[in-house]
């Protein structure tokens, strides 16, 4: 049974243009206007309030908006392990990335939980890998590596469970465009140096999404999971067929393919909820893509209704 939870947070984002909040914050009700919760099927939605956004340095921190990140994680921690425990598979649509940090959180009160993080970036940027004292970091381009302990305690230290939210060992990354980019040109290199899985978007289109997914649960069966759960960055999605995002680009797969891949992670009765985000609906103001993205929602995750 699908609970719906909306988390309207642009929290982990930078702002795309001066005093202006990313709009990412908005697509939770632009995809329950598209149909959303009738497509999940969801017998329950929660609605999270909007946080506010702060544009300026927090003191002790330099992570955008790092305290109100951990207060909203907080919460949203809350809502998710109140799902689980009422026995309902907890989707979580936001909003930007960073609401992989609570969703974990909430997962692992019941004790280990792995994570296939589907996303067309690492998101892996940690203080060992840029500059924190040139910028302040955005948590929607580091929260697998905050999930797996790689940052400030603020955003990797979490109440009974400690730190990491995840091992490196238990986490397979599915869609990365630019691991395959020379390390001089990215930034996103230091993935490869730690136990994490990744299999590219190169690899995932060369060798087809049923391959993709065998060898996704082989890695979760050598691992002896009992449970998992599944980040979602619709910026997988190829820049051709979605756009509406801050950081499109290509390679990446199609609508279909997305909805491939979602329906065969989610048939593993292991997989005990999810979270979505990063699309903007400032970026697509006739609305081309919150139907289609409803659409694959709903029928990836149609076996969990």
């Known amino acids: 049974m699908i609970e719906l939870i909306t988390a309207p947070s642009s929290l982990g984002l930078r ?17 329950l206007d598209a149909g959303l919760a009738d497509q ?18 927090q003191p002790l921190t330099r992570l955008r908006n790092g305290h109100g990140l951990r207060a909203y994680s907080m919460i949203l921690a809350e809502v998710v392990g109140t799902a689980l425990a009422a026995g309902r598979f907890p989707v979580v649509v936001g909003g930007d990335c960073s609401n992989l940090l609570g969703s974990l ?3 692992r009160r019941d004790g280990r939980c792995g994570l296939a993080h589907l996303d067309g970036h690492n998101d892996f940027f940690h203080p060992n890998n840029y500059d924190t004292a040139a910028r302040l970091g955005s948590a929607a ?14 955003l990797t230290h979490w109440p009974i469970i400690g730190t990491p939210l995840v091992t490196d060992a238990d986490v397979v990354q599915l869609g990365d465009r630019e691991t395959d980019v ?19 978007a190169q690899q995932m289109l060369a060798h ?15 691992r002896r999971l009992d449970r998992i759960w599944l980040h979602l960055d619709v910026d997988i999605l190829d820049a051709a067929v979605m756009p509406a995002v801050d950081s499109p680009g290509s390679p990446g797969l199609d609508f279909a393919q ?12 292991r997989v005990i909820g999810a ?10 103001p006739d609305r081309l893509y919150s139907g289609p993205i409803a659409e694959a929602l709903g029928t990836g995750f149609a076996s969990r209704r």
Do not use: K, N
Not at 40 to 57: I, M
Not at 182 to 200: G, K, L, N
Not at 259 to 264: I, M, P, R, S, V
Not at 275 to 284: A, Q
């Open 40 to 57: 999940l099927g969801a017998h329950h939605v929660v609605t999270l309030e909007h946080p506010d956004y702060d544009f300026e340095a």
């Open 258 to 269: 997305l909805t491939e891949l979602l329906a065969g992670l989610a048939a593993d009765d």
């Open 141 to 154: 381009g580091m929260d697998l590596a905050l999930a797996t302990g790689r940052g400030e305690p603020l």
């Open 105 to 107: 959180a909430g997962a």
């Open 182 to 200: 020379p390390a001089t040109q990215t930034h996103w290199a230091a993935v490869e140096d730690s136990a994490i899985v990744c299999f590219t």
């Open 275 to 284: 979270d979505v985000g990063i699309y903007d609906p400032e970026m697509d």
């Open 208 to 222: 087809g999404i049923a391959t993709t997914v065998a060898r996704t649960i082989e890695r979760f069966d050598e």
């Open 15 to 31: 702002p795309l243009t001066p005093g202006h909040e990313p709009g990412a914050w908005q697509a939770p009700q632009v995809l």
